[in-house]
């Protein structure tokens, strides 16, 4: 008996290519259904201190996090990766076309923040949007057939990869700086309504030098808005790096009079408890609060950016191999039994699959039909008619 | 009758309001109540009272309502269009907002995206250039980027165009700038009726709205009909309204300059020229309908507006007729009357010759009938 649980277990611990090789098919099946049964349900994590301003005590250092909650975290954020990844692929066969801004090293702030969460928060970003489209519940092929300009996208193939949105997403914001204000407003309707519902509001480290987001922390604070702003550090804006654009790139203290964390955004779980910690200070009625969360984006600004006029390669390539997020909790799950890696890279497969399946859609459906051009320009309005491009070429608009 | 005597009170917008009884035109009312029972029941309201009514009555209506600006609470607005309004709904339904026409516009904004249906106030719309991003970015294509899934009830409103002496920041008219755009729509009163309908049809709309108002107008007092006293009194967005009807050319204006046009039909009647005055209401959707039809009877057009000619209301008009089967019935060729293509100076009069007066207009009239 002692022999046989030996040989499972060094088969389990043997580098995947060997187990795979060496197991036959049936003594794998046995294998697997004792995996299960050997898997712990939940392991307790140390996560980085934040750090802290205008705050007397910061998020939990420590957090316990099942079993299921890591597969899931594994699966959403590998799916968000392998998105982007095929959105980049598609984008240089010309099939994406315009602006296309990657998600790519950032999956752990989408990831964790939605995790920390309700469905009926509400959340809105800036265009770098893809992933908190899909934590907010948009299909991975709504998403690519949008980027597409099909019309099977989220918004009919007539918003792009900038305008995706979602029940309690309001996008996709193209204006750096815009959304901010934005988030502040749907906090006050939060506030409004009193149904305990906050607001997440996300910008960028180049965003947060824009006057509109000052003149929001003011109105916030002021009127004590259950709004977390989110700052989504990724060290550019664009091709300038943070060094260069901001007199103190203290991003968590750029709130001033309002309380700030400075929260390690390559860990999904330091994002969770951060994005816990900040939304009871909001529901608890004490007003707005700042994240600011350290990031790093693979991909360049965007698909026109090759990314390395402005940093190294060698940059790129050590975040990629010390802090990568889904990394990060592959070593997790694994050191702490929750997950084997066979598990793992099945996960792998399957999200390849589904993004697959979901590419083939994407290019396949066709592109809206011409009479959905002038449709929506109104909400809840009798139809009307809408001027061509000349006065003989009219179109009809409904709601 | 009702027409003459706005015209009247048109004349010195800082004087105290005259009552129905002590005025001429209040007598001819009352010689004529045999004859119009609904003049019985109607009364002078200036615009000012008519937008607190407005505002009033759909915070009332509709909870979600609620107003933000520059001074709308507790200084019962700068132009105390929102007076009372604080004490009477509170912190809650009524935002004093700090000097900060983008943030503002934005939390505005994204407050109507998340369901409620806000009424955002700039002082003045030349302020509201700082908030533009909000305006059309954020609010007026939202619903045609979201495929229709997020819409925007907002509307946004304040004095627009020449003031007195106020010079060239405070002045400019933005008509042709919020009018270019697709998913706002655009109104513009010009009497106490125009100014309650459209504004209560505006908050009741579920699309962004911008509601060009102005400032010297606030103070003039107009009669109001029974029926627009009612609080259900909603005028349609996209319909002209023809102020008088004419027969020798047709004169299109929007805001106070409907009141100029009046003015100088009344003067041309005296010489035998009948014109109709259309008052646009709204600029976007414009009712360019009626301009034709109004043409096809008159043969002549005349555009009247406060802006610059320049991608003007005006020049649109008279874009879209050529376009139209009315072109056909102009025996002349449309003309424009508008501000004089300067920065708004200071001088009186310099500033008298910078926006149409009602000779211009007359002039205008003369010049197209050949007379």
């Given at each position: 008996m002692r022999k046989m649980l030996l040989a499972v277990l060094s088969r389990v611990l043997q580098s995947p290519a060997a187990a795979a090789a060496a197991a036959k098919p049936a003594s794998r099946v046995m294998v697997a259904s004792r995996n299960y049964a050997d898997f712990a349900n939940e392991a307790t994590f140390e996560i980085k201190k934040c750090d802290l301003h205008r705050l007397e005590e910061g998020p939990s250092t420590t957090t316990v996090m099942t079993r299921e909650e890591g597969l899931k975290y594994y699966k959403t954020m590998q799916s968000i990766r392998r998105m982007e990844l095929k959105a980049d692929q598609l984008y240089k066969q010309k099939i994406i076309r315009g602006f296309c801004h990657l998600y790519d090293g950032q999956e752990a702030c989408c990831v964790g923040i939605e995790a920390a969460i309700k469905p009926t928060d509400h959340v809105i970003t800036a265009y770098r949007a893809h992933g908190f489209t899909y934590t907010r519940g948009v299909p991975i092929r709504e998403i690519l057939t949008e980027l597409t300009g099909?019309?099977?996208?989220?918004a009919k193939g007539k918003g792009g990869s900038m305008h995706m949105y979602a029940k309690n997403f309001y996008g996709g914001n193209g204006?750096?700086?815009?959304?901010v204000p934005l988030g502040a407003g749907i906090a006050l309707a939060c506030k409004y309504f009193g149904k305990n519902e906050i607001c997440m509001a996300l910008y960028g480290d180049g965003a947060a030098n824009q006057g509109q987001i000052f003149e929001t922390f003011n109105m916030a604070a002021l009127w004590k808005l259950p709004c977390i702003f989110v700052c989504?550090?990724?060290?550019?804006g664009m091709g300038t790096s943070v060094e260069r654009a901001?007199?103190?790139?203290d991003y968590y203290r750029r709130g001033d009079f309002i309380p700030g964390l400075r929260v390690d955004g390559m860990d999904v779980l330091c994002v969770r408890e951060a994005t816990k910690f900040a939304a009871e200070h909001c529901r608890s009625g004490k007003g707005p609060i700042v994240m600011e969360l350290q990031t790093y984006r693979y991909?360049?600004?965007?698909?026109?950016?090759?990314?390395?006029s402005y940093r190294t390669r060698e940059e790129i390539q050590e975040v990629r191999s010390k802090s990568d997020p889904i990394t990060l909790l592959k070593d997790r799950m694994v050191n702490n039994n929750l997950a084997s890696i066979e598990e793992l890279k099945d996960i792998d497969v399957a999200v390849r699959k589904e993004i697959e399946e979901a590419a083939q859609f994407a290019t396949t459906d066709p592109e809206p039909?011409?009479?959905?051009?002038?449709?929506?320009?109104?909400?809840n309005e009798p139809p009307f008619e809408v001027r061509g491009p000349n006065q003989w070429i009219s179109y009809k608009s409904t709601s | 009758m009702a027409v003459a005597v706005a015209v009247l009170r048109h004349l010195a917008p800082l004087g105290p309001r005259i009552p129905p009884h002590g005025c001429a035109g209040g007598r001819l009312l009352q010689h004529r109540r045999g004859l119009r029972l609904s003049a019985a029941a109607a009364i002078q309201v200036t615009v000012r009272d008519a937008l607190n009514q407005a505002l009033d009555e759909e915070l009332e209506r509709d909870e979600r309502v609620f107003l933000l600006g520059e001074e709308v609470a507790q200084y019962d607005g700068?132009?105390?269009?929102?007076?009372g309004l604080w004490k009477k709904y509170g912190d809650k339904r009524v935002i004093d907002t700090p000097i900060s026409e983008m943030g503002f516009a934005g939390i505005a904004v994204g407050a109507a995206m998340a369901g409620l249906r806000p009424v955002c106030e700039f002082m003045?719309?030349?302020?509201?250039m700082q908030a533009i991003d909000q305006v059309i970015?954020?609010?007026?294509k939202t619903c045609y980027m979201s495929a229709g899934l997020i819409g925007v009830p907002i509307v946004f409103r304040g004095p627009n165009g020449a003031s007195a002496g106020?010079?060239?920041?405070?002045?400019?008219?933005?008509a042709a700038w919020y009018g270019h755009c697709p998913g706002l729509k655009v109104v513009s009163p010009w009497s106490a009726e125009d100014a309650k309908g459209l504004l209560k049809a505006a908050i009741r709309d579920d699309n962004p709205v911008v509601m060009l108002e102005n400032e010297l107008l606030y103070g003039v007092p107009f009669e109001m009909s029974e029926q627009a006293q009612s609080k259900d009194f909603v005028i349609p967005i996209g319909k002209a309204k023809i102020e008088k009807q004419g027969t020798h050319i047709t004169l299109v204006s929007h805001s106070r300059l409907v009141g100029h046009c009046l003015e100088a039909a009344s003067v041309l009647a005296k010489e035998g020229v009948e014109c109709e005055v259309i008052n646009?209401?709204?600029?976007?959707?414009?009712?360019i309908e009626a301009v034709e039809a109004s043409i096809m009877k008159t043969n002549h057009l005349i555009t009247v507006e406060?802006?610059?000619?320049?991608?003007?209301v005006g020049a649109e008009i008279c874009a879209r007729i050529m376009e139209g089967p009315a072109f056909n019935y102009l025996d002349a060729p449309a003309v424009r009357v508008t501000g004089?293509?300067?920065?708004?100076?200071?001088?009186k009069n310099l500033e008298d010759n910078s926006v149409p007066q009602v000779k211009d207009i007359i002039f205008a009239v003369k010049k197209v009938l050949n007379v």
């Open positions: 099909r019309k099977g996208g989220c204006i750096v700086g815009a959304q989504e550090n990724n060290r550019y901001a007199a103190s790139t991909h360049g600004h965007s698909m026109s950016d090759p990314g390395i039909p011409l009479e959905e051009l002038c449709h929506h320009i109104y909400f | 700068a132009y105390k269009i929102s007076r003045t719309f030349n302020f509201s970015n954020s609010a007026a106020v010079a060239a920041q405070h002045s400019q008219c933005f646009m209401r709204t600029i976007r959707p414009m009712d406060g802006g610059w000619p320049q991608f003007g004089t293509d300067v920065p708004m100076p200071y001088a």
